[in-house]
């Protein structure tokens, strides 16, 4: 069964802080893997996209790995900033079908404290 | 920032009523999707469209149905409101970078 796992479920960290949240898929045939950010009462935006090939893509503060072998990704966000307080959701494309399939994780809430 | 739009963004109705939630997109997209999210859970697929004419079902069974007559607009609509419709609704397009773009999504609430 396609399953997107997401971990911690929720983080609190102190603003300037690093932290690193976790995705596990047993998505297949896989395709790419996105992280989304979701604030509150608004819909998720892109953060980054990785396909199999690619281990580690950046976006400012946002650095995400891959690790096609054992099916898991990260998310590091560096220097946390208050800003940085949403969900963070893992999504898995997979190749099977022309929809190219998108399961979704439950997500990560981070919040960031001053 | 994606070109995406959904009104209204909330919505309180009563059981019974018909509501129609709006989706619209200037991008161009072929593809357009719809997801119910409950707090704290994943985004469910309840109805997704590959172009104008075509709409399908989504993975979650869903009272609601959907149209999609022009390429820019994929109306969502629930002839008979329930408690158990209430969630928040997101709509999604997809372009040729294979990235979805998500609207701010509609919260309901059905009394």
């Known amino acids: 069964k396609n399953q997107v796992e997401q971990s911690p479920q929720s983080l609190i960290i102190l603003e300037g802080k690093n932290c690193t949240l976790q995705c596990n898929y047993t998505v297949s045939p896989f395709s790419n893997l996105r992280w989304y950010k979701q604030d509150t009462g608004r819909g998720p935006v892109s953060l980054t996209i990785m396909t199999f090939s690619e281990n580690t893509k950046s976006n400012g503060r946002y650095t995400a790995t891959l690790d096609a072998d054992t099916k898991q990704s990260s998310l590091h966000i560096t220097a946390s900033q208050l800003s940085d307080s949403a969900s963070y959701i893992c999504?898995?494309?997979?190749?099977?079908?022309?929809?190219?399939?998108?399961?979704f994780g439950r997500g990560t809430q981070l919040t960031v404290w001053p | 920032e994606a070109d995406i739009y959904q009104t209204p963004r909330y919505l309180v109705i009563g059981t019974g009523k018909k509501i129609t939630l709006e989706c619209s997109q200037t991008m161009g997209h072929d593809k357009m999707y719809w997801y119910q999210q409950d707090p704290g859970m994943e985004l469910h697929l309840i109805h997704y469209?590959?172009?104008?004419?075509?709409?399908e079902k989504g993975d979650l069974s869903s009272e609601s149905t959907v149209s999609r007559i022009r390429t820019e607009h994929f109306p969502l609509t629930l002839e008979s409101a329930r408690p158990s419709h209430t969630s928040q609704y997101l709509c999604?397009?997809?372009?040729?970078?294979?990235?979805?773009?998500f609207g701010p999504g509609t919260r309901l609430t059905v009394l």
């Open positions: 999504v898995v494309s997979d190749r099977g079908s022309t929809l190219g399939r998108l399961y």
């Open positions: 999604a397009s997809r372009g040729g970078a294979d990235t979805q773009y």
């Open positions: 469209s590959y172009g104008v004419n075509s709409t």
